[in-house]
């Protein structure tokens, strides 16, 4: 299999940065204590619109908010995965609950928006005010996405975006290998939709991955975790490798080391090996 037929599908906060994005930028901002009142009283999507007229009315410009976004914490060895993985030619997508002015900010910041063909989440934009608006990916108060998995918010199912972009790639003549990377509860209902010959990649001991490891007999996919962005590149990197060297028969592909998903148990031993490292198949699962 070549590079380009890889598809890999990010989430984007804790696991492309290492925050939420929308809580970075409130803290940032010194509005933590009236985010926290009215938090209880309205939805996320629209108490974020809420907050930026908020800070719009007191001031605050497009541009600072910007430059906040732009200090946002991100591993330098996650920069290189994904500028890596793109140089490779494997599509790189998002699937997020951030918003796209979030995004884009702290993607063009470091670089890395033209490595990605495809950006789904929800609509962040300046108004012709000067205010940043944020509005939900779905609007629910019209009607419901239609899945009523308990992970999924009502703004977002990121499982039925997952089925959209399946039902893009199939048209393709190629058949496509998806990986996903996640960390949230969000995260889960994705993870479902994947097929046996796909592969999910948990953060470790963030929700997703304690979900994942309480109902693995229903994830088909074979399952790769990781801690931190070091991890990420690793592990990303080598089964990208893994996937070439095992469909495109190229034996001498530096697959190294990698670590099955654990569950709170032993992680499993590698072999000794001479050469090039053993790779471990992903811990089997209940179909």
């Known amino acids: 299999m070549a590079a380009s037929d890889i598809v890999v599908i ?5 696991t492309i940065i290492d ?54 914490p991100i591993h330098l060895q996650i920069i290189e995965a994904i500028k890596s993985a793109h140089a490779l030619g ?52 019209k009607s419901s996405h239609g899945c009523d998995h308990p992970s999924c918010p009502p703004n977002m199912c990121k499982g039925i975006v997952i089925e959209k972009i399946q039902a893009s790639l199939s048209m393709e003549d190629q058949k496509k290998t998806i990986i996903y990377l996640g960390d949230g509860l969000g995260d889960f209902c994705p993870s479902l939709k994947l097929g046996d010959g796909d592969y999910v990649m948990p953060r470790k001991d963030f929700p997703v991955w304690d979900l994942i490891c309480k109902n693995r007999s229903l994830i088909k996919a074979q399952i790769y975790e990781w801690s931190d962005g070091e991890e990420l590149k690793i592990v990303l990197l080598r089964l990208i490798s893994r996937i070439i060297s095992i469909d495109g028969n190229n034996t001498n592909a530096n697959i190294g080391q990698l670590y099955s998903v654990d569950c709170k148990l032993n992680t499993m031993a590698l072999p000794a090996t001479s050469g090039h490292e053993a790779f471990p198949q992903a811990l089997p699962v209940l179909h």
């Open 10 to 14: 990010f989430d984007f906060d804790k």
């Open 19 to 72: 925050c939420d994005s929308d809580n970075w930028v409130v803290d940032e901002l010194g509005a933590t204590e009236l985010f926290n009142q009215l938090l209880p009283t309205m939805p996320w999507n629209s108490l974020m619109d809420r907050m930026m007229k908020e800070q719009h009315s007191q001031g605050t410009t497009v541009e600072d908010i910007a430059a906040v976004l732009k200090r946002t």
């Open 90 to 141: 494997c599509d790189l997508k998002i699937v997020s609950d951030a918003n796209t002015f979030f995004i884009d900010t702290i993607l063009e910041h470091h670089g890395l928006q033209e490595c990605f063909s495809e950006i789904n989440t929800n609509p962040g934009f300046v108004d012709e005010q000067g205010r940043l608006r944020i509005f939900p990916h779905h609007d629910f108060t």
